[in-house]
């Protein structure tokens, strides 16, 4: 948890730094998500180390960070793809699939999560789903992703050798994420709870890393001023 906490504000200077439009979509997104990470942190530091904190506060610093650092970080998915791909049909159906998700899975979880013994039977299982749907959302947005970009980065817009060298790096980045996504759904499925309570923020803080080197690809090679 200290470990995403501290990421966030190193993050935050890189969004600074990185972007030169400090607006838009992807830059509130980014943004978003860094610092849902460490408000989610934070309310998991508060339900382990400071057990007089009234619940309401730590449900909704963890609650309030969760909805920030997933369906945040899905937008800064979606956000990114009009660089690459300029099929409106394909990017409207990814932004209604994270808002339909967002808005099934987030009131479910925090409604069952709410502290009643009879709605913890059903928040265990609706919370490994959960993960599983999450994750897969940002595997599909990934896999539009490489496809558009796959295809940009070998048209006449980028050299030969620089669009391979790109390729290669936003492939790895991808199965990176990916292998990180199933990680925590194996941790998850497994019963390891406190594991994976830890872990989650952890996994979100490496994703946004490595969002910033598929952000430098892209942006060198598009050439838009960002």
């Known amino acids: 948890a200290a470990i995403a906490i501290w990421a966030t504000f190193s993050l935050t200077i890189r969004i600074f730094t990185t972007l030169k439009r400090r ?16 408000v989610r942190s934070i309310g998991i ?9 009234p619940w309401a506060i730590r449900r909704m610093l963890v609650e309030t960070g969760w909805v920030a650092m997933t369906s945040g970080f899905s937008v800064v998915l979606y956000s990114r793809l009009s660089i690459v791909l300029h099929n409106h049909k ?7 699939m994270i808002i339909t998700n967002a808005v099934i899975w987030h009131p479910i979880i925090i409604t069952t999560n709410a502290g009643l013994p009879a709605w913890q039977r059903v928040h265990d299982p609706v919370e490994k789903t959960q993960i599983v749907i999450f994750m897969v959302q940002e595997m599909v947005i990934s896999f539009f992703y490489v496809r558009a970009a796959y295809r940009y980065l070998h048209s006449g817009f980028a050299k030969k ?63 838009l001023g960002m």
């Open 23 to 38: 607006y838009g979509l992807y830059f509130w997104a980014l943004l978003v998500a860094s610092w849902g990470i460490s």
């Open 45 to 53: 530091l508060t339900i382990y180390l400071t057990p007089n904190c």
């Open 90 to 96: 394909t990017r409207r159906a990814v932004l209604a």
């Open 161 to 223: 050798d620089k669009a391979q060298n790109a390729m290669r790096l936003l492939t790895v980045v991808q199965i990176v994420v990916i292998a990180v996504d199933l990680v925590l759904i194996v941790i998850d499925l497994s019963g390891w709870t406190k594991l994976k309570t830890f872990i989650h923020s952890v996994v979100y803080t490496v994703k946004m890393e490595l969002e910033f080197i598929t952000l430098n690809q892209l942006v060198g090679l598009s050439k």
